[in-house]
């Protein structure tokens, strides 16, 4: 009788080490079960990280800048953080100051603050877009629109952008181009885009 003791015993341990079928069904389960664990989690705290407005840090979208291109503009391509249009624009403007392509906004231009009324965007500017611009018709002309384009075209709410200065209207940005009221986009400039 012992013998058929250990002879059970020794076909018991001889099972526990075998899978068969059922035991790969059910370790496939678990590592189906692990995967999705592991989606949710990569989704709910890594991918869509939000940063402080919200908006997923890795949601991006394209825009084209409108750049200096001889006595014109040219698009450039470039890709900003989605938010809300306001952050957009404000993004849009900082890559604009940036623009390796030679647009004509002065050093030392900052935004100050950007708002929205209606389908108008409002772009406060420091002094400097004006105090230190090179002056002329074309460099004028290439500046505010470098800027109402890149605007307009990449934002279909937005119809028109009104440049103020410190905070104040202005007739003109350096004595040539009437910047008192809001301005639409004009493609007349955009010479290859």
């Known amino acids: 009788m012992a013998k058929k003791r250990k002879a059970v015993k020794k076909k018991k341990t001889q099972k526990k080490g075998e899978y068969g079928p059922a035991g790969f069904f059910k370790l496939f389960v678990v590592i189906i079960l692990i995967l999705i664990a592991g989606i949710f989690i990569y989704e709910r705290f890594f991918y869509n990280a939000a940063d ?38 404000k993004e849009t403007f900082k890559i604009l100051l940036w623009a390796d392509s030679g647009v004509i906004i002065p050093r030392g ?7 929205i009324r209606g389908s ?6 420091n ?22 384009n890149s605007i307009t075209l990449n934002f279909p709410a937005i119809k028109d952008v009104k440049i103020l200065i410190n905070g104040k209207s202005r007739k003109t940005l350096a004595g ?3 910047i008192s009221v809001p301005l639409g986009p004009y493609r007349g400039i955009i010479t290859d885009s």
């Not at 108008?120 to 500017?125: D, F, G, R």
């Open 52 to 89: 402080k407005s919200g908006h997923s840090i890795q949601a991006r979208r394209n825009i084209k800048l409108f750049v200096a291109n001889g006595e014109g503009l040219k698009g450039v391509r470039r890709s900003i953080k989605k938010g809300s249009v306001k952050d957009e624009i």
């Open 109 to 115: 231009t900052r935004l100050l603050k950007t708002s």
């Open 120 to 125: 108008t965007a409002y772009l406060n500017i």
């Open 176 to 178: 040539h181009i009437d």
């Open 127 to 148: 002094s400097a877009i004006s105090d230190n611009h090179p002056g002329g018709t074309s460099a004028e002309m290439q500046t505010i629109y470098a800027i109402v």
